[in-house]
T-cell receptor, first 112, second 112 residues
Framework: SQKIEQNSEALNIQEGKTATLTCNYT??????LQWYRQDPGRGPVFLLL?????KEKRKERLKVTFDTTLKQSLFHITASQPADSATYLC???????????FGKGTTLSVSS | EAQVTQNPRYLITVTGKKLTVTCSQN?????MSWYRQDPGLGLRQIYY???????DKGDVPEGYKVSRKEKRNFPLILESPSPNQTSLYFC???????????FGSGTRLTVV
């Protein structure tokens, strides 16, 4: 069956450092992968999408890589700030293309 | 402002009392979906709709109904709520190609 795993449930880093979150998937051949941010009790907010033919994508302090051979995406936040503290979710469409399947998320805490 | 609006934000109800959670989007999106989010289980899709009058089951449809009579609205109906439907519910929508979902703010439902 299709699985998405975000290896760390929680990640604690100091302000100014780079946070790196991992998303691994199995039994998928996705055309693209998405990353979302979720604050407690709120709906996920779309951040970035990366296609299978793109190795890397950047948006301000965010960088996403996509390695279809390793079946892995890395999500980086550079110069992290306390305001970056949230849960980050990766997501892929199921094989039928009818549902976005989410990983369980990694909760990032940035301390000042 | 482009948004998905869910109501109510919080709801406490008793077992067996029918309820409807409303969802409306103002982006002319074809695709809409309902998710529930539970600790340790992440986001799971309940139902989705590819367009008006086209709906189908997601991963956890038991105990729920939906309808899509207009493009902007996608209500979630619980005909006879039970305590195991206590959860945080999200409605989401996206346009053609499914590139980036827009989520509502969520409905926290408690069934006692």
């Amino acid at each position: 069956s299709q699985k998405i795993e975000q290896n760390s449930e929680a990640l604690n880093i100091q302000e100014g450092k780079t946070a790196t979150l991992t998303c691994n998937y199995t039994n998928y051949s996705p055309a693209y992968l998405q990353w979302y941010r979720q604050d407690p009790g709120r709906g996920p907010v779309f951040l970035l999408l990366i296609r299978e033919n793109e190795k890397e994508k950047r948006k301000e302090r965010l960088k996403v890589t996509f390695d279809t051979t390793l079946k892995q995406s890395l999500f980086h936040i550079t110069a992290s700030q306390p305001a970056d503290s949230a849960t980050y979710l990766c997501a892929l469409f199921n094989q039928a293309g009818t549902a976005l399947i989410f990983g369980k998320g990694t909760t990032l805490s940035v301390s000042s | 402002e482009a948004q998905v609006t869910q109501n109510p934000r919080y709801l406490i109800t008793v077992t067996g009392k029918k309820l409807t959670v409303t969802c409306s989007q103002n982006m002319n999106h074809e695709y809409m979906s309902w998710y529930r989010q539970d600790p340790g289980l992440g986001l799971r899709q309940i139902y989705y709709s590819m367009n008006v009058e086209v709906t189908d089951k997601g991963d956890v449809p038991e105990g729920y109904k939906v309808s899509r009579k207009e493009k902007r609205n996608f209500p979630l109906i619980l005909e006879s709520p039970s305590p195991n439907q206590t959860s945080l519910y999200f409605c989401a929508s996206t346009g053609t190609g499914g590139l980036g979902y827009t989520f509502g703010s969520g409905t926290r439902l408690t069934v006692v």
